[in-house]
Antibody, heavy 116, light 108 residues
Framework: EVQLVQSGAVVKKPGESLKISCKGLGYNFASRWIAWVRQKPGKGLEWMGIIYPVDSDAKYSPSFQGQVTMSVDKSIDTAYLRWRSLNASDTAMYFC?????????WGQGTQVTVSS | EIVMTQSPGTLSVSPGERATLSCRASQSVSDKLAWYQQRPGQAPRLLIYDASTRATGIPDRFSGSGSGTEFTLTISSLQSEDFAVYYCQQYKNWPPLTFGGGTKVEFK
């Protein structure tokens, strides 16, 4: 079964750094783009960007460029989303999804809470 | 950036009724339009891509139509599991890919 399994919920303080993960199972991880999508509490979906595991080619939404960094480790079929310095407005559910422009497989989501 | 606008914000329907959801793009996206369903506490689920092609395993009560700037998702006979939020998404011009704000289909 094709799955994306994300890391667990985290609570962080403003200014702290964070890296969350998304592991691909049941398919050739390197062959498909991985996207990241943010959903703030009670709000809609926001596309953050995508990354291609073969060469780490990444495309960011202008809204998220410079705010987060996407990366991959092909050796363990895992994609990452990293923040250098969190703030309260980063509180949200973050989903990874498989695909270049339409997303048929999604992770279960990682809840990130930033609070002092 | 292409802005996607969905209407209505909330649609109240009874089980067995037909539901019609609309999505409008700020400029033409041709047929590069997808629809997703999101149930509470769950990840989104791809329903339709290329405006009218059902994704694998999606029941035929879901249908998509439209091209250019106007699109419609129709649920022919609502089942209890269809009460959810629905999002459209364009992939004609990106980055960024953009989603609509969603339509909540609720029990009447």
């Amino acid at each position: 079964e094709v799955q994306l399994v994300q890391s667990g919920a985290v609570v962080k303080k403003p200014g702290e750094s964070l890296k969350i993960s998304c592991k691909g199972l049941g398919y050739n991880f390197a062959s498909r783009w991985i996207a990241w999508v943010r959903q703030k509490p009670g709000k809609g979906l926001e596309w953050m960007g995508i990354i291609y595991p073969v060469d780490s080619d990444a495309k960011y939404s202008p809204s998220f460029q410079g705010q987060v960094t996407m990366s991959v480790d092909k050796s363990i079929d895992t994609a990452y989303l990293r923040w250098r310095s969190l703030n309260a407005s980063d509180t949200a559910m973050y989903f990874c999804a498989r695909g270049g422009h339409t997303y048929g497989v999604w992770g279960q989501g990682t809840q990130v809470t930033v609070s002092s | 950036e292409i802005v996607m606008t969905q209407s209505p914000g909330t649609l109240s329907v009874s089980p067995g009724e037909r539901a019609t959801l609309s999505c409008r793009a700020s400029q033409s996206v041709s047929d590069k339009l997808a629809w997703y369903q999101q149930r509470p506490g769950q990840a989104p689920r791809l329903l339709i891509y290329d405006a009218s092609t059902r994704a694998t395993g999606i029941p035929d009560r879901f249908s998509g139509s439209g091209s250019g700037t106007e699109f419609t998702l129709t649920i022919s006979s609502l089942q209890s599991e269809d009460f959810a939020v629905y999002y459209c998404q364009q992939y004609k011009n990106w980055p960024p890919l953009t989603f609509g704000g969603g339509t909540k289909v609720e029990f009447k």
